[in-house]
């Protein structure tokens, strides 16, 4: 038996499924996880000493690459003046400070430990700000795993929500309604009939939890015309986006804003953080100043910090993201010069350091789409990329993810190992 095989064995017994985090075990790709040693630049080395190069860069925030000696001196620095305080520090208003002249639509912020705190917080915001229950989320986006938010649609358009998860009370359910991604005319009509009971709109402006699929600027501008029409607010959840698409996340791509904006993944180098924030007078609705609770004992953490500003320096240096979306796109273009060559269906589409691919003459627009790709090639094709040292995300559902330490020697290893992968998949 491998040492991964071992150690998988054993986490079964006393981790559920073997892992804290569903993805991570291979179900949808099947074959043994991969138990992770230590990663550095590009690449992530595993128990039986196994180098991979990485795609997944802890599903988003390792954006200046595993390890980076500027982030990792950063942390020893401040856990040498202790891990937690549970009182202000100098260094979270620079974070702060940071976030609000990076994010155009953001002018307050608070910070928090994981994106799903964020998002939970910021429909409790959204909800004690308008007075409204009703929230609207588009099917296959993902803001984390709290209840009002684990929802899939109900029998019809503007019908209630039902729960995607045991354990999700109907009655919270309902609350949230579910619709098409990128389908103006449903939209409309929600806003039509039931405009006054939306307290927000929420989002993944380009989604990364169904593939990678970019939103209609079309749809986004009306988005935010409904919103600011029917005083419901339009919350842009930037997890995956932020810092990652561009500088100041996929605002600055569309050039449009939120009233609130939900962020983590690279804000916090690879350690627990995220924030929320966005327009002042709704932020000031937050306990202390107001009304809507919201609290955590590790909130800010200067460790977390520490690790999120040293990476915010790095990735505001000129020419950083022109660097990392030039990557981004000579992997892509190999891609589908690779797959071409060996006459496979294959599209991919990309934004910054974040990209997607699917076995398919087209590119999804939406759920559907997405789930009617082709997953047993996808199948194949992630065995025997992952056979080859390149370790892509081990489901059709995510997004891949470039970072700057991906120079041009790691995309070619990765394009050559594509050209055996397709010819593998093409005899097959
Ligand atoms: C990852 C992600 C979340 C959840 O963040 P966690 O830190 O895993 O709780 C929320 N929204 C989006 C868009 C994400 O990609």
């Given at each position: 038996m491998t040492r991964n095989a071992q150690l998988f064995e054993r986490a079964q017994r006393v981790i559920p499924g073997g892992v804290n985090s569903p993805v991570r075990a291979f179900r949808q790709v099947g074959g043994t996880p991969r138990f992770i040693d230590r990663a550095e630049g590009a690449y992530m080395i595993d128990a039986e000493g196994t180098r991979f190069i990485?795609?997944?860069?802890?599903?988003?925030?390792?954006?200046?690459?595993?390890?980076?000696?500027?982030?990792?001196?950063?942390?020893?620095?401040?856990?040498?003046?202790?891990?937690?305080?549970?009182?202000?520090?100098?260094?979270?208003?620079?974070?702060?400070?940071?976030?609000?002249?990076?994010?155009?639509?953001?002018?307050?912020?608070?910070?928090?430990?994981?994106?799903?705190?964020?998002?939970?917080?910021?429909?409790?915001?959204?909800?004690?700000?308008?007075?409204?229950?009703?929230?609207?989320?588009?099917?296959?986006?993902?803001?984390?795993?709290?209840?009002?938010?684990?929802?899939?649609?109900?029998?019809?358009?503007?019908?209630?929500?039902?729960p995607s998860s045991a354990g999700v009370p109907a009655d919270l359910a309902r609350h949230t309604l579910v619709l098409e991604f990128n389908n103006i005319p449903q939209i409309e009509a929600l806003f039509a009939t039931r405009g006054?009971?939306?307290?927000?709109?929420?989002?993944?402006?380009?989604?990364?939890?169904?593939?990678?699929?970019?939103?209609?600027?079309?749809?986004?501008?009306?988005?935010?015309?409904?919103?600011?029409?029917?005083?419901?607010?339009?919350?842009?959840?930037?997890?995956?986006?932020?810092?990652?698409?561009?500088l100041?996340?996929?605002?600055?791509?569309?050039?449009?804003?939120?009233?609130?904006?939900?962020?983590?993944?690279?804000?916090?180098?690879?350690?627990?953080?995220?924030?929320?924030?966005?327009?002042?007078?709704?932020?000031?609705?937050?306990?202390?100043?107001?009304?809507v609770y919201q609290a955590g004992t590790l909130s800010g953490n200067p460790v977390a910090v520490a690790a999120g500003m040293a990476q915010l320096r790095i990735i505001q240096r000129p020419g950083f993201y022109a660097q990392l979306s030039a990557a981004t796109g000579q992997l892509m273009r190999g891609l589908e010069a690779a797959a071409g060559r060996h006459g496979v269906r294959f599209k991919t589409d990309s934004e910054g350091g974040m990209f997607g691919f699917y076995f398919s003459d087209a590119l999804p627009r939406n759920y559907p789409d997405v789930a009617r790709a082709d997953v047993e090639t996808f199948k194949r094709f992630f065995h025997a990329m992952l056979d080859r040292g390149v370790y892509l995300a081990p489901s059709m559902y995510e997004a891949g993810f470039v970072s700057a330490a991906h120079g041009p020697d790691v995309i070619a290893a990765t394009l050559e190992a594509a050209d055996a992968a397709f010819a593998q998949l093409a005899k097959a």
């Open positions: 990485d795609y997944i860069g802890s599903w988003g925030p390792m954006i200046a690459g595993h390890a980076h000696p500027e982030v990792t001196e950063a942390v020893q620095r401040a856990a040498t003046r202790s891990l937690s305080f549970g009182a202000p520090t100098a260094d979270e208003i620079d974070m702060a400070e940071a976030i609000c002249q990076l994010m155009p639509a953001v002018e307050m912020v608070r910070l928090v430990s994981s994106g799903t705190e964020a998002g939970m917080s910021a429909i409790r915001l959204a909800r004690g700000y308008t007075g409204r229950d009703a929230i609207v989320k588009f099917e296959g986006c993902y803001h984390g795993h709290a209840d009002s938010l684990l929802v899939k649609a109900g029998s019809g358009l503007l019908t209630f929500g039902n006054h009971e939306i307290a927000c709109v929420m989002v993944e402006p380009i989604a990364g939890n169904m593939n990678f699929i970019r939103g209609d600027a079309a749809w986004h501008r009306r988005l935010r015309e409904l919103c600011t029409e029917h005083g419901a607010l339009l919350v842009w959840d930037e997890v995956m986006t932020g810092f990652r698409v561009a100041g996340g996929a605002q600055q791509v569309y050039g449009i804003r939120p009233d609130l904006v939900v962020m983590g993944k690279v804000i916090g180098g690879g350690m627990p953080l995220a924030a929320f924030g966005g327009r002042r007078d709704v932020m000031e609705r937050l306990s202390p100043l107001g009304a």
